[in-house]
């Protein structure tokens, strides 16, 4: 929340009970005047200090004090809920695209609709429903899309014509739609008086809130969080929590260890007019129109109007400035456009007379979700912020998630999507944040196909080939700052646009794909792989040794120069990363993770591992190169290379020796792929990288060797049923339930994490079970594509969602997988999955409300596997094998 | 082919300068809130000039346009040097001692003027010595001749003018004994220039004009249209005055031969000009200057020709015809301009021109509703013509530049047309003077506020 009134040194206690709160709310500026009760001082200790008095920090509060912790101090630098949460437009939307959005977004629906009832708060909610317009049929699809993921959740939602569009609208004109989207339960409040409900509650709960304070930093030690200072004197804690809106990215920075949270404000304009003639009634549906890039709400019988327009305004780049946030000028040369839209939206409103056009500044973050979690740097350090201008449809559920974090040390709910970890300080650049949120703003209302990629910010982290792989045709996507090769436009292959097309359909890069994916399987095939993630694992004694065979499912006490792919798990079994491990000797390894887990796997590791000098983890990212050779051909351009013989009985697979390869030593080879495929990954020194590349591509000449890119490595991988960490995979799911038991040894000896749950679900069944789709009757050139995030029907009945789909050249079908549940179906409770509940359902994938039939599979195709392979590969090809 | 807008807006901009009157305190004193400047070339080099400076010893700005003829030497010249006769002349009694004396002792000089020169305003450095030793020679006769009167401007500018172009006469006449130099005072005193010089202090606007450069002052009316007001008068055959004026300082014999095809003998376009002794001097001076100075004067034809019926020398002279003007709040902006402007636009299309632009500039002063009743289909209607107005000026920073596009570009419609511009732009060197004439502008804006503030105190 932002501060504004400096002038003013006194503090009151703000307690439920006072009689005064009203007035703080109807009259935000005028509180100078009024007599200031003695300020309250400051506890010298308390459990948990929250930082803000916004909806996120009264969220948390209450949250926290339901959980029954009550050793709980909100501060808030002026006035409770007086910075963003105040001119925020009061809009609950559940229609979101991210499931755990969309989650969230509903618990706040729930918990707002009764916060007047359990606090005597007037909460101002009205459930008006919502209405998001489509001007095109691709906007339509997107609609239809959200609606699907609504549906199977159980909230109410319709996809509905213009005519209908009308009826419960009568000021849009709809003569440029082509349908809408209905939901009916989304709701309007007072954002402000929700936060002093929730403030109220928490209060009553013996949260102690003090305005006026505001936190001049965090003090941390050893890696915890000790205290705080502030500007009334010091509180000792054990735990922090940062909602300070647009100002967290700056208190994060303001103590001696910074912890990086990478969002930047924008303004935000909406206008506020007078009633209508005819005062429009307060019941009458919120409008969203995404193409028009507006939204249009009833407010006291007139409208409220804002966007997110094409050219936002950064403010705050140089960090906190308290006479502008005051002094944040109406700008209607640049809410032009908007009105334009609005006008054009709903004509009759021309006449309707101005009241303000309020200049709120939002804050965005790089991704354009939120950022919940603790910081992977000190522990006891919370953060939610960032909420790109959703902050009161999330902020219930935010609230509750971070609450049960703190609480239980993890949410109910996967929030890796949200997690502050799947940032670093990669992404806190002012710089970069300036210009990505400039792109986030807008692309609230664009549209958004399969596999967009943001275009600023970009060209940060890239291999040492890049400029090589650029000339040879490359399009770039970028992953935690990487640059990644999606695909290689053939030369004479002029497809300038082919970056710029945006479908929902088949992609223009459908047959280059396809021909990487057939050099992958009929001779090799170069993809850099430099961006995953690497650390090296070394003591002086077993304790390298020791450390992981607890942290980790698999036996990873094998020979020197085996490679184990295992799951890094938590207490319940699920998958905090999923990485391959190489034994280097005795006492190193080296472990190969995904290009996101960067953070996330550092804080882990740094976390469980003991506190031994004589046990070093160094992230060795940057050191390394990764070039996969890919295809039955890599054999042989390998060996050509090095003089060394590759055939499996020199270098079985899931092997890792250093080589040489051309003029260059110490290459890390190692017989893995990531994809099924038979091949190789070289983990190139970087200043080696070049000669290597250059060597294997001119050796590989012979063999029919090209570049390729991910958009390969991904459709070669789905059709092989491998699961990826982040999209398929995430903390709740355990390796029993996506057929990963072989790589959980759970007589090694060791009671390693999660074992426990592993065990309990080896005798009792898993509650879900990663499964492989093939679509039946689904028209590649003709049918909407799958994406992910698909509801899954088994006979009929929603059973789950997709996590990841790609075309399967190989099939010549599409292949989704997904997560498939068994609820019961009268109580809907959630019941064990065995392998005939797979094998006797018939199957429907739903894609933007269509039903495509789905032929489920437990294990991939066999048939796949044109090479015939090596004995000792049965590991690596039967990942999914039990 | 055609050349790309943004290849054409390169071409355009590639001269361009602005300066904006510093602020002190927050407070800009002075009754001139800045200038654009800018030149397109016909010519290859050009041969028009520009100049800006603000006095340090006294107060006021100087800024003016030269357009050369038959080469670029006299307007470099005169573009260097005329600014410090002027502000010669105008310093005080005290001031001109001191200078004197700083100069005398080897002392540092006091800083007469402030510069505001685009990167390729050149000076030329080997003839600065000479130039220096002339100006001093000036103020060394302006202390003996001490009159202790207060110096006015409109005398100080005439002085300025005729001093200047008699200093180059007798630079040419006594020669120099390094042949560089001795090459150059001749070169700029056989080839010639017109100047149109502004001073502005305060309110008091003064604009010295001599040959068929132009000023002109835009006036903003009360129902916010744009009006031109001369404040010069254009010395050439178009010129009545002008022409009685010649006829009057020569014998009646000559009367026929003066003015031929609208040039003075036959020859000049502009009636007055600096440098040009070809009008100036005695035929025998001319023949002795010509043979006794370099190899490449005595071959170059121009240099030799004398014009005919050439009887009763000088035919030109520089001396200025001053007008002065005492600033108005509806007086929004001056515009300086060569000939080659002139030729192609009108002068109430040029007012029109660059008052809408400097007003569109000027309308991003952001809109508030405060208490007013407001509409929405009025805000709407609002900033769709606001944009409307913008979006014709957004292309440009410079004023002068946005008149050039407009004077080289401007289709029978009078709106820029791109072909029509990247047609221009895109002649050949030797072409381009064929279609149009250098052109050089430069657009001074006053600053309303401080000029009403005047008013009140009178």
Sequence with gaps: AAGMFLRLLSDIQWRAAHPKWRRMTSSQRSTSTTAEPQPVALPAQAQVVICGGGVMGTSVAYHLSKMGWKDIVLLEQGRLAAGTTRFCAGIVSTARPVSIELKMAHYSNKLYQQLEQETGVQTGYMKTGSISLAQTQDRLISLKRIASSLNVMGIPCEIISPKKVLQLHPLINIHDLVGAMYVPEDALVSSANVSLALATAASRNGVQIHERTSVSHVTIQKGYVTGVETDRGRIQCEYFVNCAGQWAYELGHSGEEPVHIPLHACEHFYLLTHPLKEPLSSSLPTVVDPDGRIYIRNWQGGILSGGFEKNPKPLFTEGRNQLEIQNLQEDWDHFGPLLSALLRRMPGLESLQIMQLVNCPESFTPDMRCIMGQSPTARGYFVLAGMNSAGISYGGGAGKYLAEWIVNGYPSENVWPLDLKRFGTLQSSRTFLRHRVMEVMPLMYDLKVPRWDFQTGRQLRTSPLYDRLDAQGARWMEKHGFERVKYFVPPGNDLLDLDHSKTFYKPDWFDIVGSEVKCCKEAVCVIDMSSFTKFEISSTGDQALESLQYLFSNDLDVPVGHVVHTGMLNEKGGYENDCSIARLSKRSFFMISPTDQQVHCWAWLKNHLPDDSNLVLEDVTWKYTALNLIGPRAVDVLSELSYAPMTAEHFPSLFCKEMSVGYANGIRVMSITHTGEPGFVLYIPIEYALHVYNEVMNMGQKYGIRNAGYYALRSLRIEKFFAFWGQDLDAFTTPMECGREFQVKLDKGIQFLGREVLLDQKQNGVYKRFTMFILEDHDTDMDLWPWWGEPIFRNGRYVGKTTSSAYSYTLERHVCLGFVHHFDEKTGEELVVTTDFINQGEYEIDIAGQRFQAKAKLYPFSSLFTQRRRKDEVELSGYQRE | ?458
């Design chain 2, 1 to 458: 082919f055609y050349l790309t807008p943004s290849q054409v807006n390169s071409i355009l901009k590639a001269n361009e300068y602005s300066f904006k009157v510093p602020e002190f305190d927050g407070k800009n004193v002075s009754s001139v809130l800045g200038f654009d400047s800018n030149q397109l070339p016909a010519n290859a080099p050009i041969e028009d000039r520009r100049s800006a400076a603000t006095c340090l010893q006294t107060r006021g700005m100087l800024l003016g346009v030269f357009d050369g003829h038959a080469g670029c030497a006299c307007a470099q010249a005169v573009s260097e040097r005329l600014f410090y006769y002027i502000a010669v002349s105008l310093l005080p009694h005290e001031t001109l001692l001191e200078i004197e004396n700083a100069v005398e002792s080897g002392r540092a000089l006091l800083p007469i003027l402030q510069w505001h020169k685009h990167p390729n305003d050149y000076f030329s450095k080997e003839a600065s010595k000479l130039y220096f030793n002339s100006l001093r020679t000036y103020w060394q006769e302006l202390i003996d001749l001490n009159s202790g009167e207060t110096t006015d401007v409109r005398e100080a500018l005439i002085n300025a003018f005729k001093r200047l172009d008699n200093d180059i006469s007798l630079e040419a006449q006594v020669g120099d004994p390094n042949s560089f130099l001795n090459y150059l005072v001749l070169q700029v005193a056989f080839s010639g220039a017109t100047a149109c010089v502004a001073h502005v202090d305060g309110v008091d606007l003064h604009v010295a004009n001599t040959g068929d450069s132009r000023a002109m002052l835009g006036v903003q009316e009360e129902d916010g249209s744009w009006s031109a007001v001369n404040l010069s008068y254009d010395h050439n055959a178009q010129n009545e005055r002008e022409v009685e004026r010649v006829k009057m300082e020569h014998p009646k014999s000559e009367e026929k031969s003066l003015v031929k095809q609208d040039r003075l003998l036959g020859l000049l376009m502009p009636f007055r000009a600096f440098g040009d002794v070809k009008f100036k001097w005695s035929i025998e001076l001319q023949k002795r200057v010509v043979e006794s100075g370099p190899d490449q004067l005595n071959d170059n034809e121009y240099t030799k020709f004398i014009p005919p019926n050439y009887h009763t020398p000088p035919y030109l002279t520089a001396e200025p015809e001053v007008i002065h003007h005492k600033l108005r709040p509806q007086d929004k902006f001056l515009v300086l301009a060569t000939d080659g402007l002139w030729e192609t636009m009108h002068r109430q299309d040029v007012a029109r021109i660059v008052g809408e632009y400097l007003t569109g500039v000027h309308h991003q002063q952001p809109i508030a509703v405060g208490g007013y009743k407001v509409t929405l289909g009025q805000m709407h209607g609002l900033l769709t013509e606001r944009r409307a107005r913008i979006s014709s000026v957004f292309k440009d920073q410079n004023a002068a530049t946005h008149l050039i596009r407009h004077a080289v570009g401007n289709n029978e419609f009078g709106t820029v047309d791109h072909e029509r511009l990247s047609k221009m732009l895109s002649l050949p060197e030797e072409l381009a003077r064929m279609y149009r004439d250098d052109i050089t502008i430069i657009v001074v804006q006053f600053n309303s506020h401080v000029i009403g503030a005047y008013q009140n105190e009178e």
